[in-house]
């Protein structure tokens, strides 16, 4: 079983700049392509970005495409999310998955605000 704990979220004014963390357990994470999904209050879940498990493909959503930028590091069974030019619209809780997500892998998400 693989678990997930992201971290690094916060608060940011408009045109700014995050990194989220997500810290995995498991034997088979190297063996994984993982995600960024994000929810904001009152709305549903959606997929952020992806990255296969040999870090040669990624995958944005059109929002963020320019902006974010996904990362891996097998050996360190860690994936990251690098946000630049950040927007308002940009606030949610993030979280990190497997891709496609797993249903029973959700965790706490990372809070991202990002104030005008």
């Known amino acids: 079983q693989v678990q997930l704990v992201e971290s690094g979220g916060g608060l940011v004014q408009a045109g700014g700049s995050l990194r989220l963390s997500c810290a995995a357990s498991?034997?088979?994470?190297?063996?994984?392509?993982m995600g960024w999904f994000r929810q904001a209050p009152g709305k549903e879940r959606e997929f952020v970005a992806a990255?296969?498990?040999?870090?040669?493909?990624?995958y944005y959503t059109d929002s963020v495409k320019g902006r974010f930028t996904i990362s891996r590091d097998n050996a360190k069974n860690t994936v990251y999310l690098q946000m630049n030019s950040l927007k308002p619209k940009d606030t949610a809780v993030y979280y990190c998955?497997?891709?496609?997500?797993?249903?029973?892998?959700w965790g706490q998400g990372t809070q991202v605000t990002v104030s005008s």
């Open positions: 998955n497997t891709s496609p997500a797993g249903d029973k892998l």
């Open positions: 990255l296969d498990w040999r870090s040669r493909f990624t």
């Open positions: 498991g034997r088979t994470f190297s063996s994984n392509a």
